[in-house]
């Protein structure tokens, strides 16, 4: 995610010389290349915006770890009695 916000940074940073660059390219050319590095911008932060991939990466590593406790004690459980009730049974279920 941090690679895309710099990426976008720099294709902001290369858009804004090149449009403030005067008697280097004909103007038809940098107003070309200064629309296309514009909708790639837009479209990068679009994006990121709609997925936030922050977001879901923590929200996926908060699961996997609730579902390593769970794992954790049902195994505890199984190993210290000889055989689980069914509200036991139940409450894994329902937890998963």
Known sequence: MRVLKIIVLLLSLCSTI????????????????GL??????????GVSAYF???KNWIRNIK?????NILRDYFVFEMKTTESLKDERLKYY???L
């Open 36 to 45: 296309l590095l514009s909708a790639i911008i837009s479209f990068t932060t």
């Open 18 to 33: 090149i449009l403030g660059l005067k008697n280097v390219l004909n103007e038809t050319s940098q107003v070309n290349i």
């Open 52 to 54: 936030n991939f922050e």
């Open 63 to 67: 699961t996997h770890i609730s579902f």
């Open 93 to 95: 279920m329902n937890e």
